[in-house]
Structure formats: structure tokens, C-alpha cells
Nanobody, 116 residues
Framework: VQLQASGGGSVQAGGSLRLSCVAS????????MAWARQAAGKEREFVAS???????NYGDTLKGRFTISRDNAKDTVDLQMHSLIPEDTAKYYC???????????WGQGTQVTVSS
């Protein structure tokens, strides 16, 4: 599978960004799609995931500001981010988990920078 994320950039605190990711060349059916992020010097952090029929989960502090959605026909997953704060600055990665597999496969990521 190839995962291509886009939509990152620089924004001021309080602003919004929408990240998009397309999964291509997937041989197996995609069960879950997800976003994670990694800030400089920190471990990768779970952001959100969404199942094939739309059940979503969010990181503890992110629900309410972030919304994950997916298009099964296009194998895309989006992350709408509102009320961004400097602590949201990180590289954001999209990932997929196939049916019958336990692990997520992650793409290259897209940088989000929030300035105060």
C-alpha cells in the first residue's frame, strides 16, 4: 500500500487545517484508517482512527477539535482540525490496518506548524 498525505502547512493559533490521505495499491481490504502525529523529540501519538462503517476514536485531548472522516470508495481519510494550538505542531501520519492484520501501515507524513 502507498499512503500519500497532504494538506499540512503553517497556521496561526486558533486556525484550521484539513489533512487528506489517499491509500493506493492496497491489495487487502482496509479495515481501519487512522492519523497519528509526532512532534520533534517526542514519541508518536495516536490522533484518531475510523472503522469502515464510520466508528471513530480520538486521542484523549483531541475530540471536539479534530474530526476524522473517510471515503471507502476512494480509500481516503481526512482529518479536519479546528482551534489549533502550538502544541498541535507535529508531523502527521496517516495509516491503514487491513482485515486480518493487527498492525497499522504508515505513510510519510505531512508537517503541521501552529504559531502563537
Amino acid at each position: 500500500v502507498q499512503l500519500q498525505a497532504s494538506g499540512g502547512g503553517s497556521v496561526q493559533a486558533g486556525g484550521s487545517l484539513r489533512l487528506s490521505c489517499v491509500a493506493s495499491r492496497a491489495v487487502l481490504g482496509i479495515k481501519d484508517m487512522a492519523w497519528a502525529r509526532q512532534a520533534a523529540g517526542k514519541e508518536r501519538e495516536f490522533v484518531a482512527s475510523i472503522g469502515r462503517i464510520g466508528a471513530a476514536n480520538y486521542g484523549d485531548t483531541l475530540k471536539g477539535r479534530f474530526t476524522i472522516s473517510r471515503d471507502n470508495a476512494k480509500d481516503t481519510v481526512d482529518l479536519q482540525m479546528h482551534s489549533l494550538i502550538p502544541e498541535d505542531t507535529a508531523k502527521y501520519y496517516c495509516g491503514v490496518r487491513f482485515y486480518g492484520r493487527d498492525e497499522f501501515y504508515w505513510g510519510q507524513g505531512t508537517q503541521v506548524t501552529v504559531s502563537s
